[in-house]
């Protein structure tokens, strides 16, 4: 049985993950700031930006077959809003929330030979959207993280593959409402439209969705992926 261990577990996509995987057999520890999970999952209760206090939570853990990176979100605002604070938020928020679990974890499972780590990052980096600058800034570099740490640690038996979901119905998806809303000075169903209309699609997926793909990633079916970040929001960025 593996070990799996959710970051964010407690709601949104990573509560998806969470039950996804317990749906797979595997023992799944959720790790969130409140310490809540889904049933039939263990909790543990850890702010991820607090890299002693993720050192403490990782000394806990025992073996980590498969991480799945869901914590930490930077706020998305408009430009008359940001100011130079909220780049350091960004950072701490979304890519040192990852980096903190990430890299040490990594190295353990480089150490036994095996192991699977999946980011799930966001299009922001990918596609820049003023809302989300400084969080965009964030993802990206999460992103080389990803393709470069899983480039060199594949000849120690670990895979690194990031996600890049675009907008997802979670609570989160009410903040890029807002966020959107306030850039474009519209209405927050106007947004919310707009939002949906994005995507090829015309709806905005369900964390269940993302939970599936992490579950594939995580499989045999898929050792031959590592080093790089897949897109999943249907197809609304056409770039390569």
Same mark, same amino acid.
């Given at each position: 049985? *593996? ?6 577990? !407690? *709601?949104?996509?990573?509560?998806? /993950?969470? *039950? =996804?995987?317990?749906?797979?057999? @595997? *023992?799944?520890?959720?790790? #969130?700031? #409140? ?5 039939? =999952?263990?909790? +543990?209760?850890? @702010? ?24 930490? !979100? ?5 430009? @008359?809003? +940001? ?13 040192? /929330? ?35 600058? /400084?969080?965009?800034?964030? $993802? ?12 060199? +640690? ?29 850039? $474009? ?5 106007? =947004? ?5 209309? #994005?995507?090829? !699609? ?15 990633? =995580? /499989? ?5 992926? $590592? ?14």
């Amino acid at each position: 049985m *593996r070990h799996v261990v959710v970051t964010g577990g !407690s *709601r949104g996509i990573g509560a998806a /993950s969470v *039950r =996804a995987f317990l749906g797979a057999g @595997d *023992r799944v520890t959720a790790l #969130s700031r #409140s310490g809540e999970a889904p049933e039939g =999952a263990t909790g +543990l209760a850890v @702010d991820l930006i607090d890299a002693g206090a993720t050192a403490r939570a990782i000394a806990t853990l025992g073996e980590v077959d498969v991480l799945v990176l869901c914590a930490g !979100s930077a706020r998305q605002m408009a430009l @008359d809003e +940001l100011q130079l604070a909220h780049f350091h938020e960004a950072m701490d928020r979304k890519y040192f /929330s990852y980096i903190n679990i990430l890299y040490p974890v990594a190295q353990q499972m480089a150490a036994r030979g095996r192991g699977v780590i999946l980011p799930v990052i966001g299009m922001g980096g990918k596609k820049a959207t003023t809302p989300h600058i /400084s969080g965009g800034a964030a $993802n990206s570099a999460l992103m080389l993280v990803t393709t470069g740490l899983g480039a060199a +640690l594949a000849g120690q038996g670990v895979r690194i593959v990031g996600v890049n979901p675009g907008p997802v119905a979670t609570g989160r998806f009410l903040d890029i409402v807002a966020a959107h809303a306030a850039q $474009n000075r519209i209405t927050p169903d106007e =947004a919310r439209a707009a939002l949906s209309a #994005s995507a090829p !699609s015309g709806r905005i997926p369900d964390p269940e969705e993302v939970a599936d793909m992490l579950l594939l990633l =995580a /499989s045999d079916g898929a050792r031959a992926v $590592n080093g790089t970040v897949i897109a999943l929001d249907g197809g609304a960025t056409p770039v390569i």
